[in-house]
């Protein structure tokens, strides 16, 4: 089942799947897909394949989703899931509320699986119950209730996922900020700034002292988070689109293609033509 909410005025979209044997991202290619998609696997534990890398979800789990991740489930009508466009809600400019920005979604540990307790499952499937009663609503109120249900799971989310973290149970939540913010912020820039000098700036701190940062709260180096991040983009353009090595090293803020093709080739171990023949290779694999 596929209940859809949509603003004509501002093209605000909210969608929710329910045993939707159909439901899988469709990744850059397909930029009308909503920005933001919560699954809940309510069945046995599963296979998802996320940027052509192979997970296993477990059961009882929220996996958060962004629109650039292309994502396929060994058995979608097992999940539940809700998908959010900007227009919609948006997390970024409403983060105060919420918190989930450069946690839950454009964060540095993804996936995140966050397993649910028997009481935690028990709340899901309240608030699944609650979507569901919206839908036949159809009066000038749906929109808000819709979106007030939305926070309600996203904070639910939020704070479970924050107990199950290391990170966050060792250190506080305005310590990890300055994570999240680096995070975001990364999401927004990789395109043009490469440089830990840039993030260090706009964080207000020198690069030596945001590296010492994020080393005292035992998070990954940030040259090598700008380098992942980059990365990671270039292969799901090398593999979801026809683009050029040219064309993605101008979209990625490379100085030339050959720029590009030795920072691919030094943090991959393999040459840009090499990946993706591979690639193509495991395409036509019956």
């Avoid at 059961?59 to 060994?74: D, G, K, R, Y």
């Avoid at 490379?254 to 720029?259: C, K, L, Q, R, Y």
Wanted: aromatic share 12%.
């Amino acid at each position: 089942m596929v209940s859809e909410y949509d603003e004509k005025a501002t093209s605000a979209r909210f969608i929710m799947h329910v045993n939707n044997d159909r439901f899988k991202g469709a990744g850059m290619h397909k930029p009308t897909v909503p920005i933001n998609t919560f699954v809940y696997n309510k069945g046995k534990a599963q296979r998802v394949t996320i940027d052509e890398i192979s997970y296993m979800m477990p059961t009882a789990s929220i996996l958060p989703l962004v629109s650039n991740q292309h994502f396929v489930f060994e058995a979608p009508d097992q999940l539940v899931a809700w998908q959010f466009n900007r227009e919609f809600y948006c997390i970024v400019d409403h983060d105060a509320e919420v918190g989930c920005v450069g946690f839950l979604f454009y964060g540095i540990h993804h996936p995140m699986f966050i397993k649910l307790d028997k009481s935690q499952q028990e709340e899901i499937q309240y608030l699944e119950k609650a979507f569901s009663a919206e839908w036949p609503s159809q009066d000038p109120f749906q929109g808000e209730m819709l979106r007030t249900l939305l926070k309600h799971l996203i904070i639910k989310t939020t704070r479970i996922a924050k107990q199950q973290s290391d990170c966050y149970q060792q250190f506080s939540d305005e310590r990890m900020d300055i994570v999240r913010k680096f995070s975001l912020l990364l999401e927004c820039s990789f395109r043009k700034e490469h440089g830990v000098k840039f993030y260090a700036g706009a964080l207000n701190k020198s690069a030596k002292t945001l590296s010492n940062i994020f080393a005292l709260l035992e998070q990954p180096a940030p040259s090598r988070l700008i380098q992942n991040r980059i990365i990671l983009e270039a292969k799901r353009y090398l593999h979801y689109t026809g683009k050029t090595a040219k064309e993605i090293a101008y979209e990625l803020g490379f100085e030339s293609p050959a720029h590009f093709s030795r920072f691919f080739k030094m943090y991959t171990g393999i040459n840009i033509s090499a990946f993706r023949d591979s690639q193509s290779a495991v395409d036509i694999l019956p």
